[in-house]
């Protein structure tokens, strides 16, 4: 048995968080493919890294100074790998890098994907397994559409060489050389590619409820989870804007036959929806 396990951004908010994804990961060891979304909020005020990366590189076009943005993004990745005592490991050189590009050519998609790319470097560190860069692996077409075919081949031979690996979610290659993201959200399509091309019999999701629920929580107190739900009324569901899955993560597992599972990263003992 072997499971793609993806994390969503309040799984990966903090050290802490990272804790209990570690936990959850060397609890089973058929979790062996590991795709992380970029830091999400700590609490209901805070800001997601995607969006603080999306506002710097807004504050680069307009040709303003973006120190003291870039500063406060850093200090999210190192609040993590100081709480995680991660010995020689920095992101330094990572920072370095996405400063020069913005203040060179700021690039959007390349900008917001560095959130899932940091955060995959720490997780793959942390665990101590190999890194698969997603830009490597993942291909667009020019219509901006997946090149599900190259993807395949290119990721399937890369997992048939790694056992274990993280992969981070929400970006790979375009047509043009560049770094392109999926839609927003999109680090869910990752982990389903992932669980396709890797061929995995279960491709976890790992969020902050546990699974889908009868009702929407913010208006009805405890709604409970549905146990089994089908492709076609998940797709439909998250079509309607329920916001647990995005709506192309179903299309790559659905076709292979790979069943997705909704986990808790807060609650991992409850099973979720399958
Ligand atoms: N970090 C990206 C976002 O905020 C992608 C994801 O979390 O799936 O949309």
Not at 31 to 47: E, H
Not at 114 to 140: C, H, Q, T, W
């Amino acid at each position: 048995m072997r499971k793609v396990v993806k994390f969503g951004g309040s799984s990966l908010a903090s050290a802490e968080q990272f804790k209990k994804v570690e936990a959850i990961i060397r609890a089973d060891e058929a979790r062996v493919y590991v795709v992380p979304s970029a830091p999400g909020k700590r609490n209901s005020k805070d800001t997601k890294v995607t969006d603080m990366l999306l506002h710097v590189y807004a504050t680069a076009c307009d040709g303003k100074d973006i120190t003291a943005e870039m500063e406060a993004i850093k200090a999210r990745y190192n609040e993590i790998i100081e709480g995680l005592g991660l010995k020689n490991f920095s992101l330094d050189a990572d920072f370095e890098e996405i400063a020069n590009s913005l203040k060179t050519e700021p690039e959007k998609d390349y900008t917001a994907s560095r959130g899932e790319y940091l955060n995959g470097k720490i997780m793959a560190a942390y665990l101590d397994i190999p890194f698969i860069d997603a830009k490597d692996v993942i291909f667009f077409n020019e219509d901006g559409k997946l090149n599900t075919y190259k993807t395949q081949r290119m990721l399937g031979a890369k997992l048939a060489e790694n056992p274990r690996a993280v992969v981070p979610g929400f970006y790979g290659m375009g047509k043009n050389g560049k770094v392109k993201t999926f839609s927003r959200g999109g680090s869910d399509v990752t982990g389903s590619i992932v669980a396709q091309a890797g061929r995995v019999d279960v491709y976890e999701n790992w969020t902050d409820v546990s699974g889908f629920l009868t009702a929407d929580p913010r208006i009805i107190p405890n709604p409970k989870p549905i146990k089994y739900i089908t492709y076609r009324e998940l797709r439909e569901l998250s079509y309607m804007g329920a916001s647990v899955l995005h709506e192309d993560a179903i299309f790559p597992v659905r076709q292979v036959g790979i069943p997705i599972n909704i986990r808790n990263t807060n609650i991992p003992t409850d099973e979720g929806t399958w």
